[in-house]
Structure formats: structure tokens, C-alpha cells
């Protein structure tokens, strides 16, 4: 018999955990409860994202109603329309992430 013991990374926002610092790191980055989060949503820089404004929502106590992924999915097309985005360089950077 042998017993193992294991550091365990707790989210200081959402209390998620991982068994790799470097992984709850990134988390904690980017999770929607941090304040001071940095968005991974392509092409968001003003905070207008449906991400960004999904955090700001969960970081005020009210749960916003409606389908998250079809609101990104709406907003990538709206992006796509102003050539502020494509297909292409968006898979690409969320296979990077």
C-alpha cells in the first residue's frame, strides 16, 4: 500500500481547480470572475465581446439569459462583415490558444 499526496491549484475567482500551476495560471488569466481579465476573443479590444460582457455580468450577480454560443457566433459574423476577421485567421488563433 502507498499513499500519494498532491498540490492541488485552487482559482482564486471561480475555485476551479488543476493539478498544474502553470495551468491554473492561464485559468486565473482569463477567467470571467477576475476583473482584470485579458479576453481570448479574437478581434475583442474594446470589451464589447459576448464573453466580455458575459463576465461583467457574472461579476455583478446577474446571470445574463440567452444562448451564450449563438451570441459568439453572431458576433464573429458581424466581424467577418466588417473584414475586421476571417474563417481562417479564427481557427487558427483559437487552436493556438
Not at 488569466?29 to 458575459?54: A, E, K, Y
Not at 461579476?59 to 444562448?67: A, I, R, T, W
Not at 454560443?69 to 453572431?74: D, F, L, N, S
Request: proline share 3%.
Amino acid at each position: 500500500m502507498y499513499t500519494r499526496y498532491k498540490v492541488i491549484y485552487y482559482c482564486d475567482f471561480c475555485h476551479k481547480y488543476r493539478l498544474s500551476k502553470r495551468a491554473m495560471q492561464i485559468h486565473e488569466s482569463h477567467c470571467t470572475l477576475n476583473p482584470s481579465r485579458i479576453c481570448r476573443m479574437w478581434g475583442c479590444v474594446d470589451g464589447s465581446c459576448p464573453i466580455c460582457l458575459f463576465s461583467k455580468a457574472r461579476l455583478s450577480g446577474k446571470m445574463p439569459e440567452g444562448d451564450l454560443q449563438a451570441e459568439i457566433k453572431k458576433w464573429y459574423q458581424v466581424k467577418e462583415i466588417e473584414g475586421q476577421v476571417n474563417e481562417s485567421s479564427r481557427i487558427s488563433d483559437t487552436l493556438s490558444k
